[in-house]
């Protein structure tokens, strides 16, 4: 998800600067294992490769590879099924009714000027709608999930036959977001409508962050106004976070390592999982950065 505050300019770095710059990463000790916690972007761009040197090494490190959703599993068949069921409106509505005369005018005026058709999701619920439009702008400036971290790295495990697991369901996740509010649903969609004529400065930014691990700059401008609007926060993040930890507890009781790859706002942060296994006494740290 994208934010409108995410303005400050980083400093242009140097190819050793970011090779020895923390990472998006972490390390948690278990008696027996290890497990990695590596942010992802679900996006990136052919040029984006290849991934800070971190992250292969956890990779070669780890048994099995534990991802949101487990994308060895995926059928576009029941996926689309999924789309049709939680993402379309059903019974005949329409998106201009679902946001009101008022907020349709401003989606589409916003819509108008980023070029992109809103009549196309005309059938679309608002957080489809989002998602869409996110997706359409990112793809336009040369994102793609084939160049993603999990599609990157779920290539390399089944071409060395590690496991490949999920903390959830392609289900569970719709289900997060068709069950926002209807409120919270327009917020999402009036946002990725604002922020399009800004994208790529803004990916720009989240992408140089991401890679050197700039922790403060991903909580500030990024979770810093997810936090704003609270239950798109405590649905999209806490409520997941305090679910997954407890599945990460369990795994820490066991004798293989794992990387455990999910969206990077997951694990920055107060309630950020990195955050919550410490504060349940797991010895846990930034790969490459303070200990």
């Known amino acids: 998800m994208l934010a409108a505050a995410l303005v400050v300019l980083l400093p242009v770095l140097s190819h050793a600067d970011i090779e020895f710059a923390p990472s998006t990463l972490w390390q948690a000790s278990g008696v027996h294992n290890r497990i990695y916690l590596l942010g992802s972007v679900h996006l990136l761009r052919e040029s984006d490769h290849p991934l800070p040197a971190a992250i292969y090494q956890a990779y070669d490190d780890a048994d099995t590879l534990i991802m949101e959703i487990d994308m060895d599993d995926m059928d576009p068949v029941a996926t689309q099924t999924l789309v049709n069921e939680l993402g379309m409106i059903q019974g005949g509505g329409e998106l201009k009714e679902m946001m009101g005369p008022r907020l349709y005018a401003r989606a589409e005026k916003q819509a108008q000027q980023i070029n992109i058709p809103l009549a196309m999701l005309a059938s679309a619920e608002p957080w489809f709608a989002a998602l869409t439009v996110e997706n359409l702008l990112l793809m336009r400036i040369g994102f793609n999930p084939i160049y993603g971290v999990e599609m990157h790295l779920s290539e390399r495990a089944r071409a060395d036959g590690k496991e490949i697991l999920g903390l959830e369901t392609e289900r569970q996740q719709m289900e997060i977001l068709d069950g926002l509010t209807l409120k919270a649903q327009r917020e999402l969609l009036l946002q990725a409508l604002a922020e399009g004529a800004s994208i790529e400065s803004l990916m720009d930014e989240m992408i140089v962050a991401w890679r050197i691990g700039d922790t403060s700059f991903l909580e500030e401008y990024l979770l810093g106004q997810l936090k704003e609007q609270r239950e798109l926060f405590d649905a999209l ?17 066991e004798r293989e390592n794992y990387l455990i790859i999910v969206g990077a706002l997951h694990l920055i942060g107060e309630v950020g999982v990195p955050t919550l296994l410490r504060e349940k006494g797991y010895r846990v740290t930034q790969v490459g950065g303070p200990n």
């Open 237 to 253: 993040v806490v409520d997941r976070n305090l679910a997954w930890v407890d599945q990460i507890e369990e795994l820490l009781g």
